[in-house]
Structures are given as C-alpha cells and as structure tokens.
C-alpha cells in the first residue's frame, strides 16, 4: 500500500512532485516543481532526507526515499506505486529530473508532457521548437510533467520552518539502468545553460560569428558557458538551445557579462537573480547597463579580443 495519501476530490486534480537528489542537494528547479505541486512533494535519492531542509517555506509534506546513487530504471516502479494516486506527477526539466519523468510516465501508463512553462488544473503550457513557440495542452486525466526550471524563480532565497518529513523504505525494482563509470565535471560549452553557474552572453553589438567565437573562448578559460539574444540566434550565429529570454532559456547564474546587450525585457526576463553582473555597452543608458553592478562603456569587440588575449597569455606583459 502507498504511503504517500493521495489528495484528489472530484473538483481539483491532485499534485505532487518527484524530485530526484543527489549527495543532498536539489537539482535545477527542484524547488520550483514543488511549489507547482503544492508544496508536497517525493524526493528520491542519495541524501534525500537532508535535501528537505532546502525545501523549508516551500514544501508542506515531503516523503523522502534515501537510496544510493541514481537509478531512474530501477526507481519508477516502486515510485509510480506511491504516486500513482495523484493527478499530476511533477518533475524538474533538469537533466536527472528529464531521466526520471519518461520512465515515471511509462510505469503509470499516461502521457508525459515535457518541458512545462506553466502548469493549470486543466492545462499546461509548454515551450517548443526551442522555446520559439509555446504549445497549450488541454489535461483532461492524469500526466506526468516536466517543469522548466527558472519559469517561476521560486527556490534560491526560500526560507521558512523546515518541512516534516516522512521516510519511505521502498526496494529497488530489478530494472536494468545504465552502469555510471565516472562522473566527469560539466563542460562549461556544452552544459545545460539553465544549470550554468557563470555565463557570457552576446548580443548585436558584436560584429560577427567569429566574434561571438572568441566571446566562446573567452568564456571557457573563464571556466563559464556561452548565452546570447534572440538577435544573435536569430542570425544563426549559435542554436537556440544558446538563446536567454522568455522565448529562450531561463537561466540563473551567480555571474552574468553581457557584451553587446541592450537588456530587452525579453531577455532579462530569463536572466533570474544573478548575484554579480557586469555590462560592456557603448550606450551607457541601455537598461542593460543600469542593472549591471560594473558598467563599462567600450566597444565590446575590442574589450573581447582583449580579454582573448590576456587569457591566452599573449600580450607580452
Ligand atoms: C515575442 C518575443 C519574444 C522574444 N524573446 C526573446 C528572448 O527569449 N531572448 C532575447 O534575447 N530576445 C527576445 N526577443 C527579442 C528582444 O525583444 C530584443 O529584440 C533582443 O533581446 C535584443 O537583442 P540585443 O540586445 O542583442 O540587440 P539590440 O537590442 O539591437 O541591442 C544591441 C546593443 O548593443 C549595443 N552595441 C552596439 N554596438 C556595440 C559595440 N560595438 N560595443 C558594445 N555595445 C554595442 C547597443 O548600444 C545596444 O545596446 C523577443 C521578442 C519578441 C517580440
């Protein structure tokens, strides 16, 4: 018998999120999904138990399955029978989350709505082709959803009572997933921007791909990922899986530059809360600039070969 209690009545579907952890810690839009869920929510994974104190002033009831490392395979069964219950079934869109939910989907036999931007009784909205468009998807049973992580901005500064939280003792299903042989850090050029701690965004005022490609450079050694405007993914320059803003990714990074940005309410939109931004602009009163911490006021082309070549150790100093 499921020890999560479903809390469906014949007026409003009933929500919960899953949450997959690891070594105790939440993963992008983790919080989120909860709040989307009504603040009840399973975590499932290593150090889960410890991950409910982050949940403090977000989740109301948490159930938490501490298990040893990350086996979606093995989890969806024994979680679909404590779910299984409820209406809709919410995860993060991060990566692990993005593993979890098809498997979750299956093992319950409903559709998975993926990549979720807002989530209704009756609908739920989610972005395609990108982020280009967005599609509204009538709900009229129970689903299983992913929720992009940043739609909501709830999570990073939460504070409140801790949750009480109900330990689950469930069994791994003898499901074959697949065996982790190591765990390399992320690469900062290809990671999920939505993830990325520190970012470099482009914007018209650079003069070409090749520009943006040193503004790529620039980033790596920097140890940060690349992000851009609607204008330069329109031009081709990077995909648009590069693009921040509402029609984009959301992202929330400590660290934000932006070479060549205007600060279109589209784009800052998506931009979350960064603890730091700087801003090269040659117009010193764009609303970029009047939200950047350091506001330089420079060509951004040069101050990118610049930075390139200090970077590389080439200005003969
Ligand atoms: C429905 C809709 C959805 C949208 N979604 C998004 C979205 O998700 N993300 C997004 O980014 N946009 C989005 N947009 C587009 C958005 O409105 C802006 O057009 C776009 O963000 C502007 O990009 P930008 O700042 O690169 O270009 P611009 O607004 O053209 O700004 C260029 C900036 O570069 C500066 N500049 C010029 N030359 C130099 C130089 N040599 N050195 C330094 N600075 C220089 C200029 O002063 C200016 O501030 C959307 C628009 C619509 C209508």
């Given at each position: 018998?499921?020890?999560?209690?479903?809390?469906?009545?014949?007026?409003?579907?009933?929500?919960?999120?899953?949450?997959?952890?690891?070594?105790?810690?939440?993963?992008?839009?983790?919080?989120?999904?909860?709040?989307?869920?009504?603040?009840?929510?399973?975590?499932?994974?290593?150090?889960?138990?410890?991950?409910?104190?982050?949940?403090?002033?977000?989740?109301?009831?948490?159930?938490?399955?501490?298990?040893?490392?990350?086996?979606?395979?093995?989890?969806?069964?024994?979680?679909?029978?404590?779910?299984?219950?409820?209406?809709?079934?919410?995860?993060?869109?991060?990566?692990?989350?993005?593993?979890?939910?098809?498997?979750?989907?299956?093992?319950?036999?409903?559709?998975?709505?993926?990549?979720?931007?807002?989530?209704?009784?009756d609908s739920v909205t989610c972005a395609v082709h990108g982020g280009?468009?967005?599609?509204?998807?009538?709900?009229?049973?129970?689903?299983?959803?992913?929720?992009?992580?940043?739609?909501?901005?709830?999570?990073?500064?939460?504070?409140?009572?801790?949750?009480?939280?109900?330990?689950?003792?469930?069994?791994?299903?003898?499901?074959?997933?697949?065996?982790?042989?190591?765990?390399?850090?992320?690469?900062?050029?290809?990671?999920?921007?939505?993830?990325?701690?520190?970012?470099?965004?482009?914007?018209?005022?650079?003069?070409?791909?090749?520009?943006?490609?040193?503004?790529?450079?620039?980033?790596?050694?920097?140890?940060?990922?690349?992000?851009?405007?609607?204008?330069?993914?329109?031009?081709?320059?990077?995909?648009?899986?590069?693009?921040?803003?509402?029609?984009?990714?959301?992202?929330?990074?400590?660290?934000?530059?932006?070479?060549?940005?205007?600060?279109?309410?589209?784009?800052?939109?998506?931009?979350?809360?960064?603890?730091?931004?700087?801003?090269?602009?040659?117009?010193?009163?764009?609303?970029?600039?009047?939200?950047?911490?350091?506001?330089?006021?420079?060509?951004?082309?040069?101050?990118?070969?610049?930075?390139?070549?200090?970077?590389?150790?080439?200005?003969?100093?």
């Open positions: 018998m499921s020890a999560v209690p479903a809390r469906s009545t014949s007026d409003v579907p009933s929500r919960i999120a899953v949450v997959p952890v690891r070594a105790g810690a939440l993963p992008a839009g983790g919080a989120e999904a909860v709040a989307e869920a009504g603040g009840r929510v399973v975590l499932v994974g290593e150090g889960a138990t410890d991950a409910a104190a982050s949940l403090a002033g977000v989740a109301t009831e948490v159930w938490a399955w501490d298990t040893p490392g990350y086996l979606p395979a093995a989890w969806a069964g024994p979680l679909a029978a404590e779910v299984g219950d409820e209406d809709l079934v919410v995860l993060p869109a991060s990566p692990d989350g993005r593993d979890l939910a098809p498997r979750l989907a299956a093992e319950l036999a409903r559709p998975l709505l993926a990549g979720a931007i807002e989530v209704r009784d280009a468009a967005t599609c509204r998807h009538h709900v009229g049973g129970p689903a299983v959803v992913t929720l992009q992580p940043g739609v909501t901005g709830i999570g990073a500064h939460a504070h409140g009572d801790a949750p009480a939280v109900t330990v689950l003792d469930l069994q791994t299903a003898d499901a074959r997933d697949a065996q982790v042989v190591e765990v390399h850090a992320p690469d900062v050029a290809t990671m999920d921007l939505a993830e990325a701690p520190r970012i470099l965004g482009g914007g018209a005022g650079l003069d070409s791909p090749e520009r943006f490609a040193q503004l790529a450079q620039v980033a790596t050694a920097l140890g940060a990922s690349t992000g851009a405007t609607r204008v330069v993914t329109d031009r081709g320059w990077v995909p648009h899986t590069r693009q921040i803003g509402t029609t984009g990714v959301v992202v929330d990074p400590q660290l934000y530059l932006a070479f060549g940005i205007s600060g279109a309410v589209q784009h800052t939109a998506g931009l979350g809360d960064p603890d730091h931004m700087v801003t090269v602009n040659t117009d010193p009163h764009c609303p970029m600039m009047s939200m950047a911490d350091l506001a330089v006021v420079a060509d951004a082309n040069e101050v990118v070969a610049e930075l390139a070549k200090l970077l590389a150790g080439e200005t003969g100093q």
